[in-house]
């Protein structure tokens, strides 16, 4: 089965909500899904939110790479802790996970151009590890340009999404919230989408509930 690379247009865009609401249907599904976090700044509480609400046990850092304490770009967390971040541990630790569990959803950290030190980026990690990609875009006043930067630099290195995820970041007028998701859909062809409404506390039952209607989810990942 199919593993899959979640990334985003933006720091907070709605990732971890999303990859964890994923391998929650996934699972309800029959499927040993798992969360894989290569890199994380700030500490390990995206990896321990994806891990609890999924009852998952084991060792955590069986799901993650490289975690850093300070917040912030993942070139600048690892020299505060003279750390290099290599991409061949990378895939080897997410090749691990593969060979014991049916799919593995890799939340990314921050968008595809975040440094993650030595002139790489994140869109290297997203190439060499050779998944799908689904875009998680944090729909608001602005997005469209966000969502077609990012596309188009996907596109460029042979990634262009399979899945848009417009995740309602804050509840801006509703005609704009809608049209970034038709206008994006249209200007760049990809027609499998989803859109996650604001939610002014997080219910991850009611987002497990909108992926599993409707066509896009149901086909593409079972």
């Known amino acids: 089965m199919t593993s ?3 990334t985003a247009t933006d720091t ?7 990859t964890t609401a994923f391998i929650k249907l996934l ?5 040993d899904a798992v969360p894989y976090k290569p890199i994380q700044t700030g500490g390990l509480e995206d990896t321990e939110f994806a891990l609890e609400h999924n009852n998952i046990s084991g060792k955590k850092e069986d799901f993650y790479s490289y975690s850093f304490e300070k917040p912030c770009s993942p070139h600048l ?3 505060l802790e003279d750390v290099e971040i290599s991409i061949n541990k990378i895939l080897d630790d997410f090749n691990e996970l593969a060979s014991s569990h049916e799919r593995v959803i890799v939340e990314g950290v921050g968008g595809v151009m975040v440094p993650i030190g030595n002139g790489k980026f994140l869109l290297d990690v997203i190439t060499e590890l050779q998944l799908p990609v689904i875009l998680v875009i944090a729909n608001k006043i602005g997005s469209i340009n966000q969502s077609l930067l990012t596309i188009d630099k996907l596109s460029s290195v ?3 999404p399979e899945i848009l995820v417009f995740n309602d970041v804050d509840q801006a007028d509703e005609s704009i ?9 249209e200007l760049t062809g990809i027609e499998k989408a989803i859109r996650i409404p604001f939610m002014d506390e997080l219910n991850l ?6 992926l599993s209607i ?6 593409s990942f079972r």
């Open 205 to 210: 039952d009611d987002i497990v509930r909108i």
């Open 12 to 18: 907070d865009a709605g990732k971890t909500m999303f």
């Open 214 to 219: 409707g066509d896009t989810f149901e086909s």
């Open 27 to 31: 699972r309800l599904q029959g499927i």
């Open 4 to 6: 899959y690379f979640v």
């Open 177 to 185: 919230l809608y049209n970034n998701v038709l206008t994006v859909k």
């Open 158 to 160: 042979g990634f262009c």
């Open 77 to 79: 967390a690892s020299a």
